[in-house]
């Protein structure tokens, strides 16, 4: 036991240099490799999500954007809408003005004619009463004419 005992010493013994290696080896791997490359993508992964980040609030801004020139477009649109119902509104005004224009000018046009039928009518009596009196004249004188034509004649 003791020859055992011994030789596992003489490999502890033996393996000290080799542990010190392994250590060293670890500590070598830590700074050189390990720190750089956990730092790295630390900085990777920072990076990828400030990028993520960063689209998130462009795509956010980006809607922003959209929605304001959506609301403009409508404003837009409205304000396009109510020109035109303006535009209407003042055609129908002027066509009821044009027709209300026509419609005076109509009835004093009516009222002129019924005026000239008017005096037209006064001069055709007027004519006829003139007329009427002349024939009645005619009449009487050649109704009378033959009687006192007769008279003298007949009375002989």
């Not at 837009?76 to 009821?96: D, G, K, S, T």
């Amino acid at each position: 036991m003791d020859e055992t005992l011994r030789q596992l010493g003489g490999l502890l013994l033996g393996s000290i240099p080799t542990v010190i290696m392994l250590v060293l080896l670890y500590a070598i791997y830590t700074v050189v490799l390990h720190k750089p490359l956990a730092r790295v993508l630390a900085e990777r992964r920072a990076k990828t999500e400030g990028a993520i980040e960063k689209a998130r609030a462009d795509v956010a801004a980006a809607e922003a954007r959209t929605a304001e020139y959506e609301q403009r477009l409508r404003e837009a649109r409205i304000a396009v809408f109510r020109n035109l119902e303006a535009r209407r509104q003042a055609a129908i005004q002027a066509r009821a003005a044009a027709l209300a224009t026509a419609r005076s000018r109509s009835h004093q046009q009516v009222e002129e004619a019924r005026a000239a039928i008017e005096q037209d009518k006064i001069a055709a009596q007027e004519g006829l009463q003139s007329e009427s009196v002349r024939l009645a004249t005619e009449i009487l004188h050649r109704v009378l004419r033959p009687v006192s034509a007769q008279s003298p004649a007949g009375g002989a």
